[in-house]
């Protein structure tokens, strides 16, 4: 083991006994709940922000003072110190270390990554998913059963993934299993140790996409013993499109084929013709270095710089706020919003006690039945085909979930 994979594995067992990655900057105080003076912008009653969470007040204006100074030189737009404490912030948040994470477009291109890194479908064998997991990803896992994979796709029982079924699926010779931690359709949350549990007996890696689980519940991942995770950042990170986060455990990057060599994963450039050099002109333009951290094998180009900034606000805040101070604020909200749909005759689907932001609801029609309705009584939610989702976030109250349930009439009557 080299230098730079002894100060990882010691970062990790830092994490796994307990301790905390690097803080962030303190703020003044912790947010109150609800807290609607941080996110001015929200009209009317808004219960969306598992689809789109709002923009705060203080990310605005810290990316208007970018734009502003683009390229100039005012303190605290140097990218390179913010990309860090970035990374530090959201690996403090999932319980991480920072070498650990690496800046990615969205989810899907960090899952695409890790599909590489782990050289599929080339390498066969079987990959274990199941139907909760993100619908964007289907067509992903549908063209490596086309390219040799044997893929396996598990169904739910009772609106949950049943462990058993992971027990039964994953066999040797299994490489991958790909799951959601909470399910973008009902808000199921894995048990993401018990999973890898499973798969690292069989000799299977896991993934896990935590779009909806990092920022909304508590997360570690160093705890899971998951291999991989992804997100993006404009749910529950409240940041903007076109950037995220990938994990990769210390442990697992030297075993993975490196399929990327961009600019941001280079440690060092030892330059071999001129300009830069006054030696002879030979056929290597320079000698390049790549870093063994996740930046090292997965970064590539240009990242979102102005998307940066934002999350250099959101993570703060919601390090500052804690996840369990939001699920306590959260869970009063959901109970009584399952209540009142289950007297409305509603079929909800998410699983009873969960402690993730989602509750969702089967409605063939829903857009067409409860569109019209919800927009005269001035209130959002996701609108689907056959189904509609509630998301609260922290600046919302009992009185938004009263006035959602005011403006929904029995089942029957629509």
């Known amino acids: 083991m080299n230098r730079g994979e002894d100060i990882l594995s010691v970062s990790r067992r830092a994490l796994l006994a307990g301790a905390a990655a690097l803080p962030v900057a303190a703020r003044a105080a912790a947010p109150r709940l609800p807290d609607r003076s941080t996110f001015p912008g929200v009209e009317g009653v808004f219960l969306?922000?598992?689809?789109?969470?709002?923009?705060?007040?203080?990310?605005?204006?810290?990316?208007?003072?970018?734009?502003?100074?683009?390229?100039?030189?005012?303190?605290?737009?140097?990218?390179?110190?913010?990309e860090t404490r970035v990374r530090t912030a959201f690996a403090r948040l999932v319980g991480a270390t920072p070498e650990e994470i690496a800046f990615v477009q969205s989810t899907t291109a960090g899952e695409h990554a890790v599909i590489d890194a782990l050289d599929l479908p080339r390498a066969g064998g079987r990959i274990v998913t199941d139907t909760l997991h993100f619908f964007g990803s289907f067509g992903l896992y549908e063209g490596l059963s086309k390219l040799g994979m044997d893929v396996v796709w598990l169904t739910p029982r009772n609106n949950r993934?049943?462990?058993?079924a992971y027990a039964r699926a994953i066999t040797p010779g299994t490489k991958l299993v790909s799951l959601s931690l909470v399910s973008t359709y009902n808000g199921f949350e894995q048990?993401?140790?018990?999973?890898?549990?499973?798969?690292?007996?069989?000799?299977?890696?896991?993934y896990a996409d935590i779009i909806h689980a990092a920022g909304a519940v508590p997360v570690n991942l160093a705890a899971t013993g998951v291999d991989f995770a992804a997100c993006a950042s404009y749910k529950w990170l409240m940041g903007d499109f076109g950037i995220g986060f990938l994990y990769a455990r210390a442990d697992r990057l030297p075993?993975?084929?490196?399929?990327r060599w961009g600019y941001y994963g280079v440690e060092d450039i030892n330059w071999q013709l001129p300009p830069y050099t006054d030696r002879p002109l030979g056929t290597q333009a320079a000698r390049v270095t790549q870093s063994n951290n996740a930046e090292g094998f997965f970064a590539t180009g240009t990242r979102s710089h102005a998307g940066i900034i934002h999350l250099d606000?959101?993570?703060?805040?919601?390090?500052?706020?804690?996840?369990?101070r939001l699920v306590a604020h959260r869970t009063p909200m959901l109970d009584r919003l399952r209540a009142g749909l289950l007297s409305r005759g509603y079929t909800v689907v998410t699983p009873e006690a969960s402690r993730t932001?989602?509750?969702?609801?089967?409605?063939?029609?829903?857009?067409?039945?409860?569109?019209?309705?919800?927009?005269?009584?001035?209130?959002?939610i996701m609108l689907a085909s056959n189904r509609?989702?509630?998301?609260?976030?922290?600046?919302?109250?009992?009185?938004?979930?009263?006035?959602?349930?005011?403006?929904?009439?029995?089942?029957g009557e629509i």
């Open 388 to 411: 509609f989702r509630i998301s609260p976030s922290v600046f919302n109250s009992m009185d938004d979930i009263d006035r959602l349930l005011a403006a929904l009439p029995p089942s």
């Open 48 to 82: 969306d922000s598992g689809t789109t969470h709002p923009v705060s007040r203080a990310a605005r204006q810290a990316i208007d003072s970018y734009f502003a100074d683009r390229g100039g030189t005012r303190a605290g737009h140097h990218m390179d110190e913010t």
């Open 313 to 324: 606000w959101s993570l703060a805040y919601l390090n500052d706020l804690g996840m369990d």
């Open 255 to 259: 075993h993975l084929r490196r399929t």
């Open 191 to 206: 048990d993401l140790a018990k999973v890898c549990e499973i798969a690292h007996a069989k000799g299977a890696l896991v």
């Open 357 to 380: 932001p989602l509750l969702t609801v089967a409605l063939p029609d829903a857009r067409k039945r409860l569109s019209d309705r919800l927009k005269a009584a001035d209130v959002r």
């Open 161 to 164: 993934i049943p462990i058993d």
